[in-house]
């Protein structure tokens, strides 16, 4: 089994912790493919804590139990770096892999999970109703080139009518990360195809 450790539900509470393993739970259930493959979820709040979380896991590795490591990027990730790379010489990481873990025990959400978002429009517009603006958010070539601060003024644009539901980070995040097509983000994130491969392949 897969014992997948996610960067969210940042602000420590346990309801929050709860609603971001939930929305990961629905998201890879709606993937086919990963019937009977589901990742069990660690909520570990922010990327560093996630980081800790998934280094004593693998320091304390149970038989059957594969522990993965899934974070935001954060920036941009350079074409000749692998993920490990990426977050050893990211600024204020600084992450080692730690021995005995395999490349694909690392994956990233470039460059933040709201990017998963924008891969999927139609559950956006489904999700925040008639007053979304789809045409706030560029058709970006390559979604995985878009600043996160740029990601997050698009969405922040394109719902700024919708009220109790413009868009914000925390609970809401995860409601519109749970109707998320895993197919469609596939499509548009070489490093999520990545991640849900190697679910499936496991």
């Not at 998201?27 to 990742?39: I, N």
């Not at 693998?58 to 490591?69: A, D, E, H, M, S």
């Not at 770096?81 to 005995?100: A, F, Y």
């Amino acid at each position: 089994m897969v014992k997948l450790y996610v960067e969210g539900g940042a602000r420590g509470s346990s309801f929050e912790r709860d609603h971001c393993r939930d929305a990961f739970r629905k998201f890879f259930s709606s993937d086919p493919r990963l019937k009977d493959k589901l990742p069990r979820t660690v909520s570990c709040g922010g990327r560093k804590a996630a980081y800790d979380a998934f280094v004593t896991a693998v320091r304390n590795q149970k038989p059957g139990i594969v522990p993965i490591l899934l974070v935001d990027s954060e920036i941009g990730v350079a074409r000749n770096h692998t993920v490990w790379r990426h977050l050893q010489s990211r600024p204020g990481d600084n992450w080692e892999k730690p021995q005995g873990v395999s490349d694909d025990q690392a994956f990233l959400m470039v460059q933040v999970m709201e990017t998963w978002f924008i891969a999927d429009r139609e559950a956006m517009q489904g999700f925040f109703g008639a007053h979304f603006r789809n045409a706030a958010i560029p058709m970006w070539p390559n979604l995985e080139e878009v600043p996160k601060h740029t990601v997050y003024d698009s969405l922040e644009k394109a719902t700024a009518d919708c009220g109790p539901r413009k868009y914000a980070k925390g609970r809401l995040s995860f409601d519109l990360l749970a109707t998320v097509s895993p197919a469609k983000v596939e499509a548009a994130s070489p490093h999520a195809k990545e991640l849900l491969e190697r679910l499936r392949n496991r």
